[in-house]
């Protein structure tokens, strides 16, 4: 007897369509079939990447922040930054060719200004403290490489006599590393006989880094006006450059000497407001 011929395999399951996760294997089709060995990144990614590798190498090695510093450069933004205080302080003088005996400034003064009004008809009449002035100046370095103080000094723009016209006496209104300098404006030379500048010593300022100038002038022999000249070397190996800094309202700086006589002076002992005054202590200077 022959035997049976064996029965027919079992029908192979279709993949078309298919896929197995777990052993790595991708199937398309039932003709395509791959094993994955990796996953494929897109071309645009790698590049990102490279982008950003390049980034953080260029950030390392310093060269983003010259990159930033040759772009503040080429626009001319300023390689120094300051912020001055000019406060006119109780029992401080002021003196004016003006002589006020009408009008809406002296109306002003007599029902006694705030400090802006007061500062601000002071300016109008370009007004001069008599004696000396006091004003602090805050400098930062806006540059990552180091910009270097050299000195700090008065710029004068213009004398003349001492003004004569209206004194004022200034009544009660209610209201980083630090360097101290003072110069009398009718010498303009630094204090130490053995020096050319007024700076003890030269300052780098890093980028954000700050330095305080408590700057005094006094007068006594005229008037001035006047603004501080900032020397500085801003590390690009050209020669020295100089900013300029004046009174927060742009207006300069002005002291003067005493005059012998005032045509007309204001104040009074009651320190409220401003009135016609008489008394020789009005406008006298440290009494």
């Given at each position: ?11 192979a ?21 791959s094993?994955?060995t ?24 310093g ?5 930033s ?7 001319d ?10 406060r ?7 003196a ?49 490489r ?35 300098l003072?110069?009398?404006l ?9 020096s ?26 005229r ?65």
């Amino acid at each position: 007897m022959t035997p049976a011929p064996p029965p027919p395999p079992p029908a192979a399951q279709s993949l078309q369509d298919s896929s197995v996760g777990g052993d790595n294997i991708q199937i398309g089709a039932a003709r395509d079939v791959s094993i994955a060995t990796g996953t494929r990144v897109p071309r645009k990614y790698l590049l990102v990447v490279l982008v950003v590798v390049l980034l953080g190498a260029m950030a390392a090695s310093g060269v983003l922040k010259s990159l930033s510093d040759v772009g503040k450069d080429l626009t001319d933004a300023p390689v120094l930054s300051s912020r001055v205080t000019s406060r006119i302080n109780v029992g401080d003088v002021v003196a004016m060719r003006d002589v006020l005996t009408s009008g809406s400034d002296l109306a002003l003064l007599q029902r006694g200004p705030n400090d802006r009004q007061l500062r601000d008809m002071l300016d109008r009449h370009h007004a001069a403290r008599v004696g000396s002035m006091n004003i602090v100046i805050v400098l930062q370095g806006n540059r990552n490489r180091p910009v270097r103080i050299i000195d700090v000094r008065p710029h004068v723009i213009t004398s003349g006599a001492k003004p004569a016209g209206t004194c004022i006496r200034i009544p009660s209104q209610g209201d980083s590393s630090e360097f101290k300098l003072k110069v009398d404006l009718d010498k303009q030379r630094p204090e130490q006989a053995d020096s050319s500048r007024f700076l003890p010593h030269s300052v780098d300022l890093e980028m954000d880094e700050r330095m305080t100038i408590d700057f005094t002038a006094e007068a006594d022999d005229r008037w001035y006006e006047w603004d501080i000249e900032v020397v500085y070397d801003d590390g690009t190996g050209t020669e020295l450059k100089s900013t300029f800094i004046r009174e927060p309202s742009g207006e300069p700086f002005r002291v003067t000497g005493q005059a012998k006589k005032y045509a007309v002076a204001y104040g009074d002992k009651a320190m409220s407001g401003y009135r016609t005054s008489k008394e020789p202590w009005i406008c006298g200077v440290g009494d």
